[in-house]
């Protein structure tokens, strides 16, 4: 069971848009580090995007850095989207987690909450 719930997922063509959502009612979001992640067919999963939870630090992929932009408010996380591409095709995962260093985030093992996953694709 998760305390997230993702939306936002779907079909897309190759340079359109999605904005993912990822809402909670468990507790207030400016308190943790926030992330989504993604998991292409037969592949790991991997980092797309982090927020920190204090200063507004942001790390991106490289494949998301200028198309991607992640987001928050005190219960929901997004992941605005653009210029997609078929690689871009995965389900993605929302995450969040306490951490002792709240200035910066990182793609690793902080992530205490996860969501279900949803998926996007791009059609090619």
């Known amino acids: 069971q998760s305390e997230f719930v993702e939306s936002g997922g779907g079909l897309v063509y190759p340079g359109g848009s999605l904005r993912l959502s990822c809402a909670t009612s468990?507790?207030?979001?400016?308190?943790?580090?926030v992330a989504w992640f993604r998991q292409a067919p037969g592949k790991g999963r991997e980092g797309v995007s982090c927020?920190?939870?204090?200063?507004?630090f942001t790390n991106y992929s490289d494949s998301a850095k200028g198309r991607f932009t992640i987001s928050r408010d005190t219960n929901t996380m997004y992941l605005q989207m653009d210029g997609l591409w078929p690689d871009d095709t995965a389900v993605y995962f929302c995450?969040?987690?306490?951490?002792?260093?709240?200035?910066?985030?990182?793609?690793?093992?902080?992530?205490?909450?996860w969501g279900r996953g949803i998926q996007v694709t791009v059609i090619s």
């Open positions: 927020l920190s939870t204090s200063f507004a």
């Open positions: 995450a969040a987690g306490l951490t002792l260093y709240p200035w910066t985030c990182q793609f690793d093992g902080t992530y205490n909450y």
């Open positions: 468990a507790f207030n979001l400016n308190d943790f580090n």
